[in-house]
């Protein structure tokens, strides 16, 4: 089992960069693939982008390509979303998960942590 926790969301201006991080306790952190999913209120829990356990693979969802970019560091237990050019509709409350296989299905994803709120204005 594994427990995540996120951290570095915020209020910026759009335009502006954030980072996520997501760590995870356990030693088996190396094992899972990690995702980052984000809902809009009124909206379903949407994908965002995933990331292989060696790192060596990567998924994005459309909307962020070109400014969203997720990486993980295994001897620190984290994952990472890199957020660049944030747009209004970006604001979410992020989420990081853990699952078996490099998936945009959020039930392909078994753990979950509680959500880091990004809120961008105009």
């Known amino acids: 089992q594994v427990q995540l926790v996120e951290s570095g969301g915020g209020l910026v201006q759009a335009g502006a960069s954030l980072r996520l991080s997501c760590a995870a306790s356990?030693?088996?952190?190396?094992?899972?693939?990690m995702g980052w999913f984000r809902q809009a209120p009124g909206k379903e829990r949407e994908f965002v982008a995933a990331i292989y356990r060696n790192g060596g693979l990567t998924s994005h969802a459309d909307p962020v390509k070109g400014r969203f970019t997720i990486s993980r560091d295994n001897s620190k237990n984290t994952a990472y979303l890199q957020m660049n050019s944030l747009l209004p509709e970006d604001t979410a409350a992020y989420y990081c998960?853990?699952?078996?296989?490099?998936?945009?299905?959020?039930?392909?994803?078994?753990?979950w942590g509680q959500g880091t709120q990004v809120t961008v204005s105009s």
């Open positions: 356990g030693r088996t952190f190396s094992s899972y693939v």
């Open positions: 998960a853990a699952g078996s296989r490099l998936s945009s299905l959020k039930v392909d994803y078994d753990y």
